[in-house]
T-cell receptor, first 110, second 113 residues
Framework: GQQVMQIPQYQHVQEGEDFTTYCNSS?????IQWYKQRPGGHPVFLIQ?????EVKKQKRLTFQFGEAKKNSSLHITATQTTDVGTYFC??????????FGTGTRLTVIP | NAGVTQTPKFQVLKTGQSMTLQCAQD?????MYWYRQDPGMGLRLIYY???????DKGEVPNGYNVSRLNKREFSLRLESAAPSQTSVYFC????????????FGDGTRLSIL
C-alpha cells in the first residue's frame, strides 16, 4: 500500500535557526498537502503542491515538490517560538484519500 | 462559523464498553473522515464518507463502525472497546475535490482501561 515517510521524527532548534522536514512517498503523488498541528491542537492546512518541481513560499516557510513528485520538503527560515508544533505532509495518488506522513515535531528553544 | 465539531472532547471507557463519537460540520462539505492519531504514527484513516449515503473503509477499520447520518453528521462507533483503541480521534471534512484541504475538529481523547 501507499506509504509516506517523514523525517526527522523530532527536531530541536535554537530560536533563529533554520528547520527542514522531508517527506518521501513510495509512489508518485498527484499532489501533496502540508499541515501544522500545535501542541494539544488539531491539524491545520498550510498549503498544497501539485506541479512537478513546484516551490511555494509563505513568509518564512518554503515548500518544495520534487521533480518526480515522490518527495517534498518544508523549510522554515529563522525559526520563532510560534513555529512550535508537529508538521505533517499528506500525499494523494489520483482521486484517492490522503496518506499522512508520521510528522516532525519541532521544538524551538528560546 | 463553527467548522467541524466533535463530541465528547474526552472519554474514559472500560474494556468491552461501547460508545459513539459524534462529528458535525457546517461547511456544506460532501466528504467526511475519521482518523486516529497515535504517537509516532501520524494520522491513520479509519473510515470515510465520500458523500452522503456512502461509507468506505480506510487504513485501520477493524473494531469500528460508522454512520453518515446526513450531510452534516458522521459518527464513529466502538462496539466493544479494547485498550488498543486508546487514541486521539479526529474527524475531518472536505468538499471532496482532490485539490481541496481537509478541515479538522478539535479531537476526542479516548482512554480505554
Amino acid at each position: 500500500g501507499q506509504q509516506v515517510m517523514q523525517i526527522p521524527q523530532y527536531q530541536h532548534v535554537q530560536e533563529g535557526e533554520d528547520f527542514t522536514t522531508y517527506c518521501n512517498s513510495s509512489t508518485t503523488l498527484s499532489n501533496i498537502q502540508w499541515y501544522k498541528q500545535r501542541p494539544g491542537g488539531h491539524p491545520v492546512f498550510l498549503i498544497q503542491l501539485v506541479k512537478s518541481g513546484e516551490v511555494k513560499k509563505q513568509k518564512r516557510l518554503t515548500f518544495q515538490f520534487g521533480e518526480a513528485k515522490k518527495n517534498s520538503s518544508l523549510h522554515i527560515t529563522a525559526t520563532q517560538t510560534t513555529d512550535v508544533g508537529t508538521y505533517f505532509c499528506a500525499g494523494r495518488t489520483g482521486a484517492n484519500n490522503l496518506f499522512f506522513g508520521t510528522g516532525t515535531r519541532l521544538t524551538v528553544i528560546p | 462559523n463553527a467548522g467541524v465539531t466533535q463530541t465528547p472532547k474526552f472519554q474514559v471507557l472500560k474494556t468491552g464498553q461501547s460508545m459513539t463519537l459524534q462529528c458535525a460540520q457546517d461547511m456544506n462539505h460532501n466528504s467526511m473522515y475519521w482518523y486516529r492519531q497515535d504517537p509516532g504514527m501520524g494520522l491513520r484513516l479509519i473510515y470515510y464518507s465520500a458523500s452522503e449515503g456512502t461509507t468506505d473503509k480506510g487504513e485501520v477499520p477493524n473494531g469500528y463502525n460508522v454512520s453518515r447520518l446526513n450531510k452534516r453528521e458522521f459518527s464513529l462507533r466502538l462496539e466493544s472497546a479494547a485498550p488498543s483503541q486508546t487514541s486521539v480521534y479526529f474527524c475531518a471534512s472536505s468538499t471532496g475535490q482532490s485539490n481541496q484541504p481537509q478541515h479538522f475538529g478539535d479531537g476526542t481523547r479516548l482512554s480505554i482501561l
